[in-house]
Each structure stands twice: as C-alpha cells, then as structure tokens.
C-alpha cells in the first residue's frame, strides 16, 4: 500500500529563519505531488502542485517545492519564514491512472515566533 | 465563484444512529471526494463521486457510503455510528477524475460527535 512521510511533526522557527519540510512516499507509479496548508481556523488550502515538468514548482506566499523521483522526495522550501505562516502543512500523493486512492501524510505543525 | 461548501458544520449524534452530510461543490465541478480526518489516522480518504458513479474508494466499511446527484452535489451517510467515526468529514472537489492531473478544492468541514 501506498504510503507518505513528514518527517517533521512539528517545527518552531523565528521569523526570517529557512524553511524545509520533508516528504516522502512509496509508490512504484506516475504521480501527481500536492503540499496543502491549514491556516487555525481555515480549510485545507493548495499551497503548490507538481503534475509533471520541471521538478521545481513554485506555489503561493514564496512556497517551493522540489520534485526529486529517485528520493521519491517532494520538500517544502521557504527561504524566509513569516509569523503568518504559523499553520498546518499536508503532503498529500495522488496516484495517476489505475486505483485512485490518495494519501495524505500526517502533517507538519508549523510555528513561527515573531 | 463560491468555494466547496458542507453542511451540516457541526453534529452531535448517538452511537448506533445514522448520518447524512452534505457537499455543494465548486460550479462546474464534477468531482466530489470524501476524506475522514482525525488526531490518531491524520487524513484518509473515503470515496470519490464523478458524474453520478462511485470511481474510486478507500478502505472503509460498508456503513459508510455516499451517492452524488445530477447536479454534482453529493451526500456521505454513516450508518450505524461507532464511538470512532467521530472525525471531521472533508469534502473536495474537482474538474475531472481521480488519478487525472487535477487539483482539488476542500470545504470546511462538517465535525461529527458520536456520543
């Protein structure tokens, strides 16, 4: 069975510090790569997405994400966290093609001191 | 365009009634997927609706099910409640099909309480 890990569970940054959340998932196929945040309060909302192509994609709020398929990796960077990025973040892998079931890692509690 | 929306945001039932929840997806959307999300199993996913089918399902029992309407909204129904199926219950929606390069978009939420 398909399967994703966030290694971080929970991160407390300063403010203007770097940011890198890890992910990584086992699955033999094509997929596509999804990071999601949750703001407190807020619904899940898309961060960044790969589908295919240059395995650097930029999402929103200065959010990026590197694609490397030989790790089966797919981090999340900020060169510069701010208090406002205090959140939830969910790597989430959906399988193309064949049985659709996607997976969502246990997520990343972010904190980040003003 | 108004986002996903669910309804009922918050309910309260007893161990061995039934549920019913519903998603109003984004306007020409066609696909609606359920999620389960609680502290100890994070965020799993429960069933997929595109244009009136079941496509795609996860590993849940029976008791839970949905069904999608012509207007692609769709409805989730927990029967027989267990102490366990409290959770807060996403939906999402989509253009196309699972497994198609599409993203989703998530509704706020109904939170269930089984007591």
């Known amino acids: 069975a398909q399967s994703v890990s966030q290694h971080n569970h929970h991160v407390i940054l300063s403010e203007a510090a770097s940011l890198e959340l890890g992910c990584n998932y086992s699955y033999g196929g094509t997929v596509n790569l999804f990071w999601y945040v949750q703001y407190p309060g807020q619904h899940l909302q898309l961060l960044l997405k790969y589908f295919s192509g240059d395995p650097l994609v930029k999402g929103i709020k200065g959010f990026e994400a590197e694609f490397i398929k030989s790790k089966f990796s797919f981090n999340l960077r900020k060169p510069s966290v701010q208090w406002s990025d205090t959140a939830e973040y969910f790597c989430?892998?959906?399988?193309?093609?064949?049985?659709?079931?996607?997976?969502f890692g246990r997520g990343t509690s972010l904190i980040v001191h003003p | 365009k108004a986002g996903v929306t669910q309804t009922p945001r918050y309910l309260i039932k007893t161990r061995g009634q039934q549920v019913t929840l519903s998603c109003s997806p984004i306007?020409?959307?066609?696909?609606v997927s359920w999620y389960q999300q609680t502290p100890g199993q994070g965020l799993q996913f429960l069933f997929e609706?595109?244009?009136?089918?079941?496509?795609n399902k996860g590993n849940f029992p029976g008791r839970f099910s949905g069904r999608q309407f012509s207007n692609s909204r769709s409805e989730m129904n927990v029967s027989t409640l267990e102490l366990g199926d409290s959770a807060l219950y996403l939906c999402a929606s989509s253009l196309g099909v699972g497994g198609e390069s599409y993203e989703q978009y998530f509704g706020p939420g109904t939170r269930l309480t089984v007591t």
């Open positions: 989430a892998v959906n399988p193309r093609g064949g049985s659709y079931i996607p997976t």
């Open positions: 609706y595109f244009s009136e089918t079941q496509r």
């Open positions: 306007s020409g959307h066609r696909s």
